[in-house]
Nanobody, 112 residues
Framework: QVQLVESGGGLVQPGGSLRLSCAAS????????MAWYRQAPGTERELVAR???????NYADSVKGRLTISRANAKNTVYLQMNSLKPEDTAVYYC??????WGQGTQVTVSS
């Protein structure tokens, strides 16, 4: 069983920045693909960014150039640096471990 604890969400003005963190329990973090998803009210959960154990990264087209995923294997942690935020980025952001385990989600609200 893997537990994921997300942090870093909050309220930010358009154009602002936030950094999300997801800390994972367990000893196999360094071989797992990690990902961030998001879900806005009334919509399906969508992939935001994914990073493999070898550092291969994929982004949703809507966030390219603004959001950056990274990982620190020594800390069992994956990050999502969010810059130039837009109101349409408002959603609950979820961390995913190896396509199996989910965090509890953290709310990001972009509003003036």
């Amino acid at each position: 069983q893997v537990q994921l604890v997300e942090s870093g969400g909050g309220l930010v003005q358009p154009g602002g920045s936030l950094r999300l963190s997801c800390a994972a329990s367990g000893s196999i973090f360094n071989i797992a693909t990690m990902a961030w998803y998001r879900q806005a009210p009334g919509t399906e959960r969508e992939l935001v960014a994914r990073i493999t154990s070898g550092g291969i990264i994929n982004y949703a087209d809507s966030v390219k150039g603004r959001l950056t995923i990274s990982r620190a294997n020594a800390k069992n942690t994956v990050y999502l640096q969010m810059n130039s935020l837009k109101p349409e980025d408002t959603a609950v952001y979820y961390c995913n471990f190896a396509g199996i385990y989910w965090g509890q989600g953290t709310q990001v609200t972009v509003s003036s």
